[in-house]
């Protein structure tokens, strides 16, 4: 990896930082706070959310049909996903601890804190805990995937792809054959040492 790469790549981490500090002050002007697994807000701000709130019959007569016929088809993909959810986890607990690969908490990528906005009814927070376990579980998913790809194969494609995992930028260019071997050792120590960081 030549050093403009390196430069822009820590360049991206800085501003990644910063973009979390940022949405952390923001936090606190939006009127709630986080404690434990709570969201807690300002009083008037409760009152406000409960006056938004639309009641359930309301809400299904004024709700697109479209979304009312559609909704079997997009609540039965809760099954490719618990499916695939039991088959990741189960991979990850058995095998990343052969490797040395600190393992993903989910807890880190599937929140459910929508269901403390006073301002929807019961049905868009049943909708709003499906979305974030979907998306939630994608992220999961995708992060274990690419652990395990920083593992076996930390090369780049050929062609430009959209949506890699965050760890993709760092691997090595499609073709450098150079050092191949020593290269993939030295990013399965980087992973070994996250672990070591994370358990000390």
Known sequence: MNSRIQQIL???????DDLRAALNEQQ???FFQIKGKRVEFEQSIKEAHNKLKTNFFRWLVTNRPQNLITGPIIYSMIIPLLIADVFITFFQFTCFP??????????????YD????NYLNFIEKFHCTYCAYGNGMVAYISEIIGRTEQYFCPIKHARKILGTHSRYARFLEYGDAEDYENKLEQYRKAMNKENDLSKS
């Open 10 to 16: 820590s360049d991206i981490n800085a501003l990644e």
């Open 98 to 111: 052969i490797y040395g690969i600190k393992k993903v908490r989910r807890s880190d990528y599937i929140i």
């Open 28 to 30: 606190s002007t939006m």
């Open 114 to 117: 929508r269901q403390q906005l």
